[in-house]
């Protein structure tokens, strides 16, 4: 167990719906990532925040949105649902950005989106 | 643009024996190399890091190897046991901008049989 939460672990929705992902971080990790993983593929960074705030962004779709609420839980929103974005939805948190070694990163279990 | 490569899908190897599993990266600007590995149903667990400094770090049986010249990583496992078969994801953390975002491969499954 990482000590990372997501809700829901299985979510099936209809094209051109919207949905929220939820993750809860570990106790104490201020930094939490949101990763998206399609079919035979690795996983994809979408968006990083740190202590609420926006600190990085990788290949989000603008449909997509995230937060980081005051209790450091964080969600992700995905809006006008394709097909294509039926995917495995992880969130990871880490302490933070530390410099001089490796910011290791703990996984939630993942939410598995499907879209029809 | 894949930065992270692993060439190979799959790999199957006897118990007792030495699994390698091999990575490619193509930018110079990473800082960390990491390991992680992944059972169905779960996410991602850490396994093993590397500095961009550093050419070799070991963990009991797990060690990762780095050759910055030819831009290349490999994780070996000794001796290998049934319960390391998983999905090996190496991942690589830049070195630029405050975040320590991870730049995922394809992953490698690995099968090690009894």
């Known amino acids: 167990d990482s000590g990372v939460t997501q809700t829901p672990k299985h979510l099936i929705t209809a094209t051109g719906q919207r949905v929220t992902l939820r993750c809860s971080p570990r106790?104490?990790?201020?930094?939490v990532y949101w990763y998206q993983q399609s079919l035979d593929q690795g996983l994809q960074f979408l968006i990083q925040y740190y202590n609420g705030e926006e600190r990085a962004k990788g290949n989000i779709l603008e449909r997509f949105s995230a937060q980081q609420f005051p209790d450091l839980h964080s969600e992700l929103n995905l809006s006008s649902l394709e097909l294509g974005d039926s995917a495995l939805y992880f969130c990871a948190s880490s302490v933070g950005t530390v410099r001089g070694r490796a910011e290791t990163q703990y996984f939630g279990p993942g939410t598995r989106l499907l879209v029809l | 643009d894949q930065q992270v490569k692993q060439n190979s899908p799959s790999l199957s190897v006897q118990e007792g024996r030495i699994s390698i599993l091999n990575c490619d990266y193509t930018?110079?600007?990473?800082?960390?190399f990491l390991w992680y590995k992944k059972y169905p149903a779960e996410g991602p667990t850490f396994l093993i890091s590397?500095?961009?400094?550093?050419d070799k770090n070991e963990d009991g049986r797990f060690t990762v190897f780095l050759n910055k010249s030819a831009k290349h990583l490999s994780l070996h496992i000794v001796p290998s046991q049934p319960g390391d078969s998983a999905v090996y994801f190496c991942?690589?953390?830049?070195?630029?901008?405050?975040?320590?975002?991870?730049?995922f491969g394809q992953g490698t499954t690995l099968q090690v049989k009894p």
């Open positions: 991942a690589a953390q830049p070195r630029s901008g405050n975040t320590g975002k991870l730049i």
């Open positions: 106790s104490g990790d201020l930094s």
């Open positions: 590397i500095s961009s400094i550093k």
């Open positions: 930018n110079s600007m990473f800082d960390y």
